[in-house]
């Protein structure tokens, strides 16, 4: 007498979703590759040879940006407000919010960076900086005068007579106290108290303010910066994310959340966000096992 198998329809159903919600659980929603690397701060770009996150972006630029509510340079003397990057003329934009402008006075800062800095990204040539207020004793009026030069025509009594801020130092003395129009090297080798005056101020895009007042000058430092050349389009075009391991700084190209290479992304690697095309068709296996199986026994009924 051949015996029927009694099928447990209840039990293998229950078995069948049980398996299918785990299923569900682990395999990630497919979706085209997300960059590890956060791709900007608010409305400005996050493009290499920067990263907000360690291992994002060229080691050369590592921890040089913060992002919190807006994005800021950081450097010896401080954090300073990003106002724009630009990627073509590989320049960017700061603002020092303790430098004294046209319309604010500041209390006496100083503009520092690290050696790294002042040479991959440092303040470009059409940045000047303006040495306010300086005492007759001081190194740029003396030995160093060399090191101040004819800003497009521009006067220091045309510079205290149309800001109200730098209006006081005319006040004080009932004179014009001099001042210095010179380069980041000026007060890269030397500060504020070493040249002997009691503030600064920078200007940018000075290229065309010949007969342009102080009052429609651009305050701030534009820096310019040089992208190394590490191989890092071979990644971009295989849809990687450039980067480095942040133990020896070498180059790596970020292909997902479990997937890096050292110059460019496999094909396999851009499907999901955290799992191998391995592990996805492991699961879709087992729940064609469980469908399989539960048609079986109902033909044996």
């Known amino acids: 007498m051949q015996m029927k198998i009694s099928p447990e329809p209840f039990t293998l159903f229950k078995l069948f979703l049980l398996t299918l919600s785990l299923q569900l659980q682990v395999i990630p929603t497919l979706t085209l590759f997300s960059s590890p690397c956060k791709t900007s701060c608010g409305s400005i770009p996050i493009n290499y040879p920067f990263g907000l996150e360690d291992g994002c972006g060229a080691p050369q630029f590592r921890h040089m940006l913060n992002c919190s509510t807006d994005l800021f340079f950081q450097t010896l003397s401080g954090s300073y407000k990003v106002q724009s990057i630009d990627y073509e003329k590989n320049s960017m934009v700061v603002y020092d919010p303790a430098m004294s402008t046209c319309s604010i006075l500041q209390p006496h800062h100083d503009f520092q960076m690290t050696d790294i800095q002042s040479a991959i990204i440092p303040p470009s040539q059409d940045t000047v900086f303006v040495l306010l207020n300086c005492s007759i004793d001081s190194p740029v009026l003396n030995h160093y005068k060399y090191l101040c030069f004819n800003f497009a025509g521009h006067t220091c009594d045309e510079l205290y007579g149309a800001c109200n801020a730098f209006r006081v130092f005319h006040l004080l003395t009932n004179s014009s106290p001099p001042c210095c129009f010179t380069t980041y090297g000026t007060v890269k080798f030397m500060s504020m108290n070493i040249l002997d005056c009691t503030h600064y101020t920078s200007v940018i895009n000075t290229e065309n303010l010949k007969g342009v007042g102080p009052l ?24 990687g994310t450039c980067g480095f391991d942040t133990d020896t700084e070498g180059l790596l190209c970020l292909c997902s959340s479990f997937a890096n290479s050292t110059r460019q992304c496999a094909p396999g690697n851009m499907i999901s966000k955290g799992q191998s095309n391995d592990v996805l068709w492991r699961h879709y296996l087992l729940v064609l096992l469980v469908m399989a199986y539960f048609q079986t026994r109902l033909r044996l009924v």
């Open 216 to 239: 429609d000058w651009v305050y701030g430092i534009k820096l310019s910066f040089s992208v190394p050349d590490t191989g890092c389009e071979s990644c971009k075009k295989s849809g």
